[in-house]
C-alpha cells in the first residue's frame, strides 16, 4: 500500500471537525486504499481500534444491510462505549437513504464518519438537501504522473523520466494497472473492466438506460474529441451521418451522466477580454488516458490530445479552477485559477516550426496582464524564456508542485 499524502494529508487536517467527510471519485482510483490509510494514520495518533468501525458495502459480508433503518440499527449497536466513534463506509451508495442515516448519527452520537461512493448518487440534490454544511467532499482522481513513478520505482524498472511520462500517457493512472509490470494489452483489459463496471453499473443500470448502443456511441465521439470543443448539437449531427437520429437534449442528458460518474469532466470556456464564462462549444477530458485507449485502441495521433489531458487533471489536483481561454479568435489551452492567482497554460507535444511556435507563444503575449504564462511541451526546446513566457517539459511541470 503506498502512500498517497495529496490526499491522506489533506482529509488528516479535518479529523474531528463537525463535517461528514465524502470521497468521491471514478470506480478504482484508490478511494478505498485511501480510506485504510486514514485509519492507519489515526492508529498512529493514539485512536483505539475499538472505536474504530470499517465496512465496505459492495462486499457480500454486507449484503443484508441495503436500508437505511438496517444500517442505522447496526451501527448503533456497534459504536464504542470509551470515547468517539470513527465510522468508515466504503461504497455507501449502496444503501438507499444513506444520507439519512449519517446525518442522524452526526446529530445525535459522539462520531467522526469518512465515506467513499463512485456515482452521482453521492453529490445528488438530495445530499445536499440532508447534508447542509455538514460535509466536505475531496475529489480523488487516479495515480498523478508524481504518484505514478512512485508506483514505477516500487514494482518496475524505472526508465528516463521522459519515456516515463510516455508510458504514463499510454497506460493512465489507475492504481490497479500499476501493481505490478503488465503489458499495455493488460493493462487495457484491467481499464475496459473498469470502464464497463462504471457504464453498465453506475449509468446503464441506474438511470434504466434501454439504448445502450446510443450512449456507448456518445461516449466514443466525446473520447475521440478530447481537447476540442464542441456541442451535443454536433454530437446529434455526427450520429445523425450514421443514420442514428438523437436530439440535443437526450445527448446533454448522457454526457451529464457521464460527468456523474466521474468519466468525463467539462471544462468550460472562458472569454478572456470579456471576463465572462461562455456556455457553448465546452471541452471534456477523461478521467484517466487509458480509458481512451482501452475503449477506442491506442493511436500515435492522439497523444497531443492525451497530453492536454493530463496536465488538466494535474491543475484539477492542485485546486484550481479550470477554463478554456478564448482570446478573440484564438484559443489558450488552459487559464487555472485559485485564489485570486492565475496561470496561463500552453500544451504542445513538440514546436517544429517558427510559424508554430509564433502561434502557441502569440497567444499568450496578446494576454496583457503579469500572471505567469508557460508553454508546456515535450520536445528539445533552448531555454526556458520566451519574452517573458516560460517553456518547461510537461513531464518538469508535472513533478514540480509549486506552480
Not at 452520537?109 to 467513499?116: C, E, F, K, N, R
Request: aromatic residues 12%.
Amino acid at each position: 500500500m503506498i502512500y498517497r499524502p495529496i490526499y491522506v494529508d489533506k482529509i488528516m487536517t479535518y479529523v474531528n471537525a463537525p463535517f461528514i467527510k465524502i470521497l468521491t471519485g471514478i470506480r478504482r482510483c484508490g478511494k478505498s486504499t485511501i480510506l485504510k490509510m486514514l485509519i492507519d494514520e489515526m492508529k498512529k495518533k493514539g485512536i483505539r481500534e475499538n472505536q474504530i468501525l470499517h465496512y465496505s458495502f459492495d462486499s457480500l459480508e454486507y449484503e443484508d444491510i441495503k436500508t437505511a433503518k438496517a444500517l442505522f440499527s447496526h451501527l448503533k449497536q456497534h459504536l464504542s462505549s470509551e470515547g468517539k466513534t470513527y465510522l468508515f463506509l466504503d461504497e455507501i451508495q449502496e444503501v438507499k437513504s444513506w444520507e439519512k442515516v449519517v446525518n442522524s448519527l452526526m446529530t445525535d452520537y459522539d462520531v467522526d464518519i469518512y465515506v467513499t461512493g463512485s456515482n452521482s448518487r453521492m453529490m445528488s440534490s438530495e445530499i445536499s438537501t440532508y447534508l447542509t454544511g455538514r460535509y466536505i467532499a475531496f475529489r480523488i482522481y487516479p495515480l498523478s504522473f508524481s504518484e505514478y513513478m512512485i508506483f514505477r520505482k516500487e514494482y518496475a524498472e524505472v526508465l528516463d523520466l521522459h519515456a516515463e511520462l510516455a508510458n504514463y500517457v499510454r497506460l493512465g493512472g489507475f492504481p490497479a494497472a500499476h501493481l505490478q509490470k503488465y503489458t499495455p494489452d493488460e493493462v487495457y483489459t484491467i481499464v475496459k473492466d473498469i470502464y464497463n463496471s462504471t457504464i453498465f453499473t453506475d449509468i446503464v443500470r441506474r438511470n434504466q438506460i434501454r439504448k445502450v448502443d446510443q450512449l456507448e456511441r456518445i461516449v466514443k465521439f466525446a473520447f475521440d474529441n478530447v481537447g476540442r470543443t464542441f456541442s451535443a448539437a454536433s454530437i446529434s449531427k455526427y450520429l445523425k451521418s450514421e443514420n442514428r437520429s438523437i436530439d440535443n437534449e437526450t445527448v446533454y442528458n448522457y454526457l451529464s451522466k457521464l460527468e456523474n460518474a466521474y468519466i468525463l469532466y467539462r471544462c468550460g470556456r472562458f472569454d478572456i477580454q470579456g471576463k465572462e464564462i461562455l456556455k457553448t462549444q465546452e471541452k471534456f477530458y477523461l478521467a484517466d488516458t487509458a480509458l481512451r485507449y482501452s475503449v477506442l485502441g491506442y493511436s500515435p495521433d492522439s497523444v497531443a490530445a492525451m497530453l492536454e489531458n493530463v496536465v488538466y487533471l494535474e491543475l484539477l489536483r492542485r485546486g484550481y479552477k479550470v477554463y478554456v481561454g478564448k482570446v478573440d479568435n484564438a484559443e489558450i489551452d488552459f487559464i487555472a485559477v485559485k485564489q485570486g492567482n492565475k496561470l496561463y497554460i500552453q500544451v504542445a507535444q513538440e514546436i517544429g516550426s517558427p510559424e508554430t511556435e509564433r502561434r502557441e507563444y502569440g497567444r499568450l503575449l496578446d494576454i496583457r496582464d503579469n500572471y505567469p504564462k508557460y508553454v508546456l511541451r515535450t520536445d528539445v526546446f533552448a531555454g526556458g524564456n520566451y519574452e517573458g513566457i516560460k517553456t518547461m517539459h510537461i513531464a518538469d511541470f508535472l513533478l514540480n508542485d509549486e506552480y
